[in-house]
Every structure is written in structure tokens, then in C-alpha cells.
């Protein structure tokens, strides 16, 4: 690096990839090429050479692209409602399924397990991986971004029914957290009537609320009348 360069962040994440190089074929003929990594090289007793080393810090995967449950690159991302933080779907889901409706991060109860895809965070690693073509990420088995599974961590929600719903819609929603308290029932909620379990009246005039109504809601069955004027 020149004198009072500006050094490169990426160098700070740890190198973690496989990189795929056309290796110069041996003259015994074998044409098999292989998979170069530097952790590759220190099971041999090899020490890769200077330039090697900073290739691989420049083509690092960056931290805001790592999940923090699988400290790999993301693939199929998606951001927790109710906590707002962003996992690998398998492993967010797996963990809620070991572990109950806690956010890994904050170690904080939640009360939906509901994810959704963050599109700009596969954008970010579509673009990583279209700027480094040679690069398979670490932990990935090809360099294929799939489809987002369907998963969307609600099975829990149906089984819970209109409560579940009503749970669902209070994680969405900053102006229900405000009025409807983890330490209260569903049933006890302000402008909340339930009978026999299920959700027969909602009114929630003038409660601030913003953004679109889930689309759970229109599985109460039993609902009788929604009122939102003044939202």
C-alpha cells in the first residue's frame, strides 16, 4: 500500500471464501482444477505469498453481509417484525424452533415469530457476487442466489388462531405495541372483543395506526366489525 493510502475496510472481515481459480495444467496431465483458499493452504504448511494474502482480504466477504447465527454470507435473508434484525430464514426459523420466540441478538421475548424477505440485502449480495465472479462464498455449495423459500415463520400463528392474528398484527405495528402490552391477553386488549376465543369486534379508531392490514386478519372468521376511521 502507498504512503497515506486509505486503507481498504473489506480487509478487516475475516477471509472466509473459496475462490476459483484455472489453475496451469501439470505436466503429468491431470486437468482436474482445484479450489484455492487460504485455509486450504495452511493445511498443507503452505504460506501463501503477499499478493495472494491481499487478493483474498479484497475479495473477503463483507461483515454486513454475514449472518450473525451462521457467520456466513446471507442467501436467503429475512428481517424479524417484530425486532427488526436481519437472519439467515433457515437459521432464524430453526432457532425459533429450538428455542421459542426469542430473538437471537437481544435474547428478548417476541410476540410473532413473523419474517419477511428483505429484497435489499439480496440485491447487496447479488451485486457482491457479480463483482467477484471467481468467488464462492464460504459455506455455500455453488454461487447460485435461490428463490426465497415460503416460509414465513407464521405456523405458529395458525395455531394459535385469532389470537395469533391479533399477535401477528401487534409486531407489524409500532402504535398497537404502544397500546396492547406483552403482559395482557389478547382478550384484555384496548378496543379487543373476544368470545368464546374468538375475535368478533375490533375498534381502533383514532389509534395512530399506519401501513396496510395484514392480510391475516381476514382469516377472524367470527369478526363482526373492524373500525379504523381516523388511521
Given amino acids: 500500500a502507498q ?15 473459496r475462490k476459483t481459480s484455472a489453475a496451469s495444467q ?15 493452504a495452511s493445511a498443507r504448511g503452505d504460506l501463501p505469498d503477499a499478493r495472494d494474502a491481499d487478493l483474498a482480504d479484497l475479495d473477503a466477504e463483507p461483515e ?12 436467503d435473508p429475512v428481517i424479524v417484525v ?12 430453526s432457532h425459533f424452533g429450538r428455542n421459542g420466540a426469542k430473538d437471537p441478538l437481544t435474547r428478548r421475548a417476541l410476540s410473532s415469530t413473523k419474517v419477511y424477505t428483505i ?11 457479480d463483482k467477484h465472479p471467481n468467488v464462492t462464498p464460504d459455506g455455500w455449495d455453488s454461487r447460485e442466489l435461490p428463490e426465497p423459500a415460503k416460509d ?13 392474528v391479533l399477535r401477528t398484527w401487534r409486531a407489524m405495528c409500532p402504535a398497537l405495541q404502544e397500546r396492547w402490552s406483552v403482559n395482557e391477553q389478547p382478550g384484555e386488549w384496548e378496543g379487543v372483543t373476544m368470545v368464546h376465543g374468538r375475535v368478533v369486534q375490533l ?25 379504523l376511521y381516523e388511521n
Fill in 152 to 164: 414465513d415463520g407464521t405456523r405458529s400463528c395458525d395455531d394459535e388462531g385469532d389470537v395469533g
Fill in 64 to 75: 454486513e453481509l454475514m449472518c450473525p447465527i451462521t457467520r456466513t454470507m446471507f442467501r
Fill in 3 to 17: 504512503p497515506g493510502a486509505t486503507p481498504d475496510l473489506r480487509s478487516m472481515a475475516p477471509s472466509k471464501r
Fill in 26 to 40: 501439470p505436466a503429468s496431465g491431470n486437468t482436474t482444477q482445484g479450489v484455492r483458499t487460504r485455509r486450504s
Fill in 203 to 227: 375498534e381502533l379508531e383514532e389509534f395512530g395506526l399506519t401501513g396496510a392490514v395484514p392480510a391475516e386478519v381476514g382469516s377472524l372468521s367470527a369478526l363482526m366489525e373492524l373500525g
Fill in 82 to 93: 417484530e425486532s427488526g434484525h436481519t437472519y439467515e430464514r433457515s437459521a432464524i426459523l
Fill in 119 to 129: 429484497w435489499v440485502v439480496r440485491q447487496f449480495v447479488q451485486a457482491w457476487l
